[in-house]
């Protein structure tokens, strides 16, 4: 059986198929052209197509109702059924999607509900040879071709290079039809769909192509042309059509159905996406030779720009070893029965040409010039959800539209006025930028993530920067919020604030209501966190409340936040976490880190200068974990160099705490790790005390066997977070301590042990686990 006359079969993303099917179109001059794309995005294409419109593009639906499920489906400028939707509205003609609609797609992949699970818990058992399971990808489930068999029968590379070879070189539009055809065929004879979703789109398929053969054009039956994905395309007639009936109860999800833009990054099958191909940015440029008629040069094209990337990254190439690629992927293609090289072929001439046969040397560059980093963009407008139009009038009203592509990038903002410039915008720029990617950050969209900086405060602020398809997405989940970004992240902050069971949470919610600059927001934070700090219970939440408020009062002023209000609720909090902490250092070891870094927390915060905050007080909070014995040994250990630090024990005091601690009767886990709290600060000025040293090495000489054991677990912890420099100092201390044995100390410390004396070691500590 021969293509019907009113098809054309396509591969997604077909660059040679892109060029053909308009000359098809001209050919055949249809009244009606039918798309294998969703039936209710129809009324999208308008916008698809539009002049302003750069592709890649994609349709977006998702549902309206929690939790959000979405579905794409993308367009570049070289998919067939984007060029046959230009042709037809081009030329004034009709056009629409004959596939099942997006809606019904969604409701399709609709995850099993957990409550109808439970009630037909009994029956589970009986029909779970028979329940189809959901695809994890819906977009991949319905685009995905990867027939590798297909290669291997014919002696090719993979399916993608068997493709290229057959197909993306024909000149010939019949010639591409009818074997597009053929194989789709043949594919349904060795690889058969005969899941109910693929009966389901033939026949739907089937419905609209009846539709539009007994709908009048200008009063006579219509010319109509259908171009559709080559496996489809022999049911077009085969298949029975759906009853009107049927249309109609077409189940289908509450959603939404809008245009976003795309990017080759995620167009590309090399990111995972299966219906993709491994190079969108160079099947682009193929598209355009074709369309020039100038396929022959794609060799030669592909490894100059190669070249040139390598360049620019300072490796120098000559044309000449241009030329020799470019006759090394003649010869691979013939070798292969090819007239023209693939993009496998290409690829191993660039590696053996341009890399020295290092395909290391030539990965970026030719990342480059196969994937690149595009991304579409739609015209002001067109169908977007209304908060989508705020992210995209923020951006550039903002100037972040160069920061708007699928590549990781860096920015750095300072918060501070600029005096320095003449408008009240541009002086504030950098603030009002970091108040839109926090309202971003707090609605998880993804676009950007503050980063350490080299210098600490928060005048300045570094953001790593990456637009992706998944941005676009989750702002169009958000629509469902609101209609703007500023809105939709004010009522993800009162969702947040509503759920907050602690101070701690409370204070986060307020210090990003700050960074969002959200006034409302900020006045109900607060007093949430006025609430609960009156009965706070928890050492760290009270810890973690005390550090963002002083981190609010001693930056806020770049925000504009006034701290009048602030200061009475840090020193509340501020007494209650200083009643709190003796109780709290009684814990076990996994919770003494967390306390210890809450002590952190508050000590750095008590020192700030802040109105009503009484550092004498912490500090005695403090010195009653350091003399007890009764607290965890590691949090007494780390208070006694808290106090060190602030100066308030003398040298003898800390030399008879250190012999009472390390003492011949103390237990090997109390004693090390007592010593493990106290070097966890201010080690430059303890290594000047040899008593410390001296005590210690005195204490680890007169444990016995099973009690060295134990502290040895003590000691790694302790000394592995010492830096070499640090490290070689214990041994210099000890060494003197050891008279004259410190060099072969240094020596044994810094050898590497070989396997036998690792597997020795293990044996005399009796599988002691260290790691």
């Known amino acids: 059986m021969s293509c019907p006359d009113f098809c054309f079969p396509v591969r997604h993303f077909s660059p040679a198929a892109a060029v053909l099917v308009e000359r098809w179109l001209e050919a055949r001059n249809p009244d009606v052209v039918l798309i294998e794309a969703p039936a209710d995005a129809s009324g999208l294409f308008k916008h698809l197509v539009h002049e302003h419109t750069k592709p890649p593009v994609a349709v977006l639906a998702f549902t309206t109702v929690r939790p959000v499920r979405s579905v794409v489906f993308p367009f570049a400028v070289y998919s067939p059924e984007w060029v046959a939707v230009r042709w037809a509205l081009d030329h004034k003609k009709a056009v629409r999607g004959i596939d099942l609609p997006a809606l019904a797609f969604l409701e399709h992949f609709k995850p099993v509900d957990e409550e109808a699970e439970d009630e037909d818990d009994k029956d589970e058992d009986e029909d779970e040879d028979d329940a189809p399971e959901a695809p994890a990808d819906p977009t991949r489930t319905l685009l995905d071709d990867p027939y590798e068999t297909i290669a291997r029968i014919a002696g090719d590379l993979d399916h993608a290079s068997w493709w290229e070879r057959q197909f993306e070189s024909l000149d010939d539009p019949e010639a591409y039809r009818q074997a597009a055809f053929a194989l789709g065929q043949q594919l349904r004879v060795v690889a058969p769909r ?69 990017s080759y990054e995620r167009l590309s099958s090399q990111s995972g996406y299966g219906a993709g191909n491994q190079a969108p940015r160079w099947f682009e440029q193929r598209y355009w030779l074709g369309l020039a008629g100038q396929l022959s040069a794609a060799p030669a094209r592909y490894l100059a720009e190669a070249a040139r990337q390598l360049r ?82 923020q951006l550039e009203r903002l100037r972040l539209d160069r920061w708007r592509a699928d590549k990781e990038q860096s920015l750095e903002l300072d918060l501070r006025e600029d005096r320095s410039v003449k408008t009240a915008e541009a002086a504030f720029r950098d603030r009002d930028r970091s108040t839109f990617l926090h309202r971003l950050d707090v609605l998880g969209i993804g676009f950007g993530a503050t980063t350490a900086r080299d210098q600490a405060g928060t005048s300045k602020e570094l953001w790593r920067l990456r637009w992706s398809p998944e941005c676009e997405i989750r702002l169009a989940e958000a629509s469902l919020i609101a209609d703007s970004v500023e809105h939709a992240a004010a009522f993800s902050l009162a969702a947040r604030l509503e759920a907050a069971e602690d101070v701690g949470q409370a204070t986060a919610v307020l210090l990003r209501a700050a960074e969002c600059a959200l006034a409302d927001a900020l006045t109900l934070a607060l007093g949430r966190v006025q609430a609960l700090a009156v009965e706070e219970a928890a050492f760290a939440a009270a810890a973690a409340g005390i550090a963002d408020l002083a981190t609010l009062l001693r930056y806020g002023s770049v925000r504009a936040v006034d701290p009048a209000p602030l200061r009475p609720v840090l020193a509340q909090l501020h007494l209650r976490a200083c009643l709190l902490l003796h109780g709290a250092t009684v814990c076990d070891d996994d919770a003494s880190r967390a306390i210890r870094l809450a002590m952190d927390r508050i000590h750095d915060a008590t020192f700030l200068g802040e109105e009503g905050v009484d550092p004498e007080r912490w500090l005695e909070a403090v010195a009653q974990v350091s003399h007890s014995d009764s607290r965890h040994p590691f949090l007494s250990g780390y208070a006694t160099a808290l106090l060190i630090e602030r100066g308030r024990i003398d040298d003898e005091d800390l030399d008879r705490e250190v012999a009472r601690r390390l003492s011949p009767g103390t237990e090997a886990d109390i004693g090390v790790a007592w010593f493990e709290g106290l070097v966890q600060r201010n080690r430059a000025a303890l290594f000047l005390r040899r008593a410390l040293w001296a005590c210690l090495a005195r204490y680890v000489d007169g444990l016995d066997d099973e009690a060295f054991r134990r502290a040895l677990l003590y000691l790694r912890r302790a000394f592995a977070t010492f830096p070499p420099g640090e490290v070689r100092r214990v041994v210099a201390i000890l060494g003197e301590l050891w008279q004259g044995g410190g060099a072969e100390l240094a020596q044994a410390v810094e050898r590497k042990l070989d396997q036998a004396e690792v597997e020795q070691a293990a044996a005399d500590l009796d599988g002691l686990d260290l790691l």
């Open 312 to 393: 620019l990254e300072g490796q120098m190439r000559s044309s000449a070893e241009v030329i020799e690629a470019v006759r090394l992927a003649d010869g691979l293609a013939s070798m292969q029965g090819g007239h023209a090289a693939v993009l496998a072929e290409l690829r191993d001439a660039a590696t053996t040409c341009l890399g020295q046969g290092d395909a290391r040397v030539v990965a970026k560059a030719l990342r480059a010039v196969e994937v690149g980093h595009a991304v579409g963009s739609l015209p002001k407008g067109v169908s977007r959800t209304a908060l989508q139009d705020d992210f995209a009038s």
């Open 194 to 262: 005969d899941d109910a979703l693929t009966s389901q789109r033939e026949r739907h398929m089937r419905w609209a192509l009846d539709e539009a053969r007994i709908t009048k054009v200008k009063g006579r039956l219509p010319v109509v042309a259908v171009v559709c994905g080559a496996f489809h395309a022999p049911a077009l007639e085969a298949a029975q059509a759906m009853s009107d009936d049927e249309i109609a109860a077409l189940p289908k999800a509450e959603g939404v159905l809008t245009l976003m833009p795309f």
